[in-house]
């Protein structure tokens, strides 16, 4: 993990701590989206706190075990993500424009600087959205997902003279991703995802000849590099522990 994942961590625990405890004080604090990783740094707050909160876990179904698993002991289960849907939620005032912009922006996929210098070389080094944190009120007791955004829908419904947008509705539909911060209970296994193995790196192997090896596919590399949190698929060393994502997630992300 790089020195910037660790602070942006860092600051995300601090800020959901102090959330908490302003809540539990009897402070009003409106539930938000917060990202505290460069370059997507920033926070989305809600003028009035959503109405309902849909949560939707699809069921975990066993398929036949995998013919690359050469174990023969673990059953590859498909695993859909736990959606989480906010709707009818409010922004009023002069920067209603600037947070539904922050929201589409965050639907983008973005590596910072490096994601920019590899692409001019026809690498992306990130597939999905940045991470966010959805939170309202106190951890545990309350609202705190680690999540990445699936959809937004805006509708601007009031205007000044001057065409500024001050009020819109909002509608968005976000994927949990797993975390050591999130409410919702986590399946047990390597990587929080049923069918993830762990891979020790051995000498001479990178990400694309693991990928290669245990997909038949180079490019699974971006997957397997998202999936822990690799910025610099250079810096992968022998002796580190990778998870692999299974094949029906890896389909599921790279159709």
Same mark, same amino acid.
């Given at each position: 993990?790089?020195i910037?994942?660790?602070?942006?961590?860092?600051?995300?625990i601090?800020?959901g701590a102090a959330i908490?405890a302003?809540?539990?004080?009897?402070?009003?604090?409106?539930?938000?989206?917060?990202?505290t990783?460069?370059?997507n740094?920033g926070?989305v707050?809600?003028?009035?706190n959503?109405?309902d909160?849909?949560?939707?876990?699809?069921?975990?179904t066993p398929?036949?075990?995998?013919?690359?698993?050469k174990g023969?002991?673990?059953t590859?289960?498909?695993?859909?993500?736990?959606?989480?849907?906010?709707?009818?939620?409010?922004?009023?005032g002069?920067?209603?424009?600037?947070?539904?912009d922050t929201?589409l922006?965050w639907?983008?996929?973005?590596?910072?600087?490096l994601?920019?210098?590899?692409?001019?070389?026809?690498?992306n080094?990130?597939?999905?959205p940045?991470?966010?944190?959805f939170?309202?009120?106190? &951890?545990?007791?309350?609202?705190?997902y680690?999540?990445?955004?699936?959809?937004?829908?805006?509708?601007?419904?009031?205007?000044l003279?001057?065409?500024?947008?001050?009020?819109?509705?909002?509608?968005?539909t976000m994927?949990?991703? &797993?975390s050591?911060?999130?409410t919702?209970?986590?399946?047990?296994?390597?990587?929080?995802?049923?069918?993830?193995?762990?891979?020790?790196?051995?000498h001479?192997?990178?990400l694309?000849s693991?990928?290669?090896?245990n997909?038949?596919?180079?490019g699974?590399?971006?997957r397997?590099?998202?999936v822990n949190?690799?910025k610099?698929?250079?810096?992968?060393?022998?002796?580190?522990?990778?998870?692999?994502?299974?094949?029906?997630?890896?389909?599921e992300?790279?159709p």
């Amino acid at each position: 993990m790089s020195i910037g994942m660790i602070a942006g961590a860092s600051a995300n625990i601090a800020a959901g701590a102090a959330i908490g405890a302003a809540s539990l004080a009897g402070a009003r604090v409106p539930a938000s989206l917060r990202c505290t990783t460069l370059p997507n740094v920033g926070l989305v707050y809600f003028d009035f706190n959503p109405t309902d909160i849909t949560i939707t876990r699809s069921a975990v179904t066993p398929t036949t075990p995998s013919p690359r698993n050469k174990g023969g002991s673990q059953t590859q289960q498909k695993v859909k993500p736990t959606t989480i849907n906010l709707s009818e939620l409010i922004f009023e005032g002069r920067d209603t424009k600037w947070r539904c912009d922050t929201l589409l922006t965050w639907l983008n996929p973005d590596a910072g600087v490096l994601g920019q210098v590899m692409a001019v070389f026809g690498q992306n080094l990130k597939t999905q959205p940045p991470e966010l944190t959805f939170q309202w009120g106190p &951890p545990a007791i309350g609202f705190m997902y680690t999540v990445t955004l699936n959809s937004v829908k805006i509708k601007y419904d009031r205007f000044l003279s001057t065409g500024i947008p001050v009020r819109a509705r909002i509608g968005i539909t976000m994927y949990e991703v &797993p975390s050591l911060l999130g409410t919702l209970p986590q399946n047990p296994t390597s990587g929080g995802l049923v069918g993830r193995r762990a891979h020790t790196v051995g000498h001479g192997e990178s990400l694309q000849s693991i990928a290669t090896a245990n997909y038949g596919q180079p490019g699974a590399w971006r997957r397997i590099a998202e999936v822990n949190g690799i910025k610099d698929p250079s810096r992968v060393r022998p002796g580190q522990t990778v998870y692999l994502p299974n094949p029906d997630e890896l389909a599921e992300r790279n159709p």
